[in-house]
């Protein structure tokens, strides 16, 4: 079981490209979440996903990001027309259950906009 | 609201000292306590929650409601414990496990 991996690890975009950010759950998982970490900060809240579905995008920037999770392949998290204050770590989280708060957390992926 | 304040950004303490990593949190309901950890160069895990009441390398966490807190404590520390630590807090009527994080400690233990 290779847990929960992402990929990219480190991106590396210009002002105005589109950012792709992949998470492959811990298998059989069927919960995913995403954090963003600014530089000096915890880790932010974003989206949390179900298969197909999105559960609470409540910690989501209303434009430009977007989440899917798609029956099957990885969830994909969106960012579009990139800003330098888009440039953070991202990390994705999955979990079997729903209600035990314990995340299976991926290496995250470092975004860097020039 | 949820908020989680862990007042150190810093904490340094000598092998075989006490430590104890502060942990303060906002929740009008009924919360849910974690501890997470990640070693150098390892990925974030869970160490421990509350509703476990376990101790886990050492380390024990009490909720204290009256306080609003559920501070990180070991009697001992080792070196292999450097690491930074997130408190973490679920609500029962939030989402999922959704958990709203502190903003971490960095733990130097020194030889």
């Known amino acids: 079981n290779a847990g929960v991996m992402q990929n990219p690890r480190h991106l590396v975009r210009r002002r105005g490209q589109e950012a792709r950010l992949r998470c492959s759950p811990v298998k059989g998982h069927s919960h995913v979440y995403w954090y963003r970490q600014l530089p000096e900060e915890g880790l932010k809240f974003m989206v949390y996903?179900?298969?197909?579905?999105?559960?609470?995008e409540s910690g989501m920037p209303k434009e430009r990001f977007s989440a899917e999770f798609p029956k099957e392949g990885p969830s994909i998290l969106r960012i579009q027309q990139v800003v330098r204050g888009d440039s953070a770590a991202y990390f994705c989280?999955?979990?079997?259950?729903?209600?035990?708060?314990?995340?299976?957390f991926g290496s995250g992926t470092q975004l860097s906009v020039l | 609201a949820q908020r989680v304040t862990q007042p150190e950004k810093l904490l340094s303490v000598f092998k075989g000292a006490p430590v104890e990593l502060k942990c303060n949190y906002s929740y009008s309901g009924s919360p849910e306590l974690f501890w997470y950890v990640q070693y150098s160069r390892q990925r974030l895990q869970l160490l421990l929650r509350?509703?476990s009441r376990e101790s886990i390398k050492g380390f024990t966490a009490d909720l204290n409601k009256g306080e609003t807190s559920f501070h990180l404590k070991k009697p001992f520390a080792q070196e292999e414990d450097s690491a930074m630590y997130y408190c973490?807090?679920?609500?029962?009527?939030?989402?999922?496990?959704?958990?709203?994080f502190g903003e971490g400690t960095q733990l130097t233990v020194n030889p």
């Open positions: 509350h509703i």
């Open positions: 989280a999955s979990s079997w259950d729903s209600q035990n708060g314990k995340l299976f």
């Open positions: 973490a807090l679920s609500g029962r009527e939030t989402s999922g496990s959704r958990l709203t």
């Open positions: 996903l179900q298969k197909e579905n999105i559960i609470d």
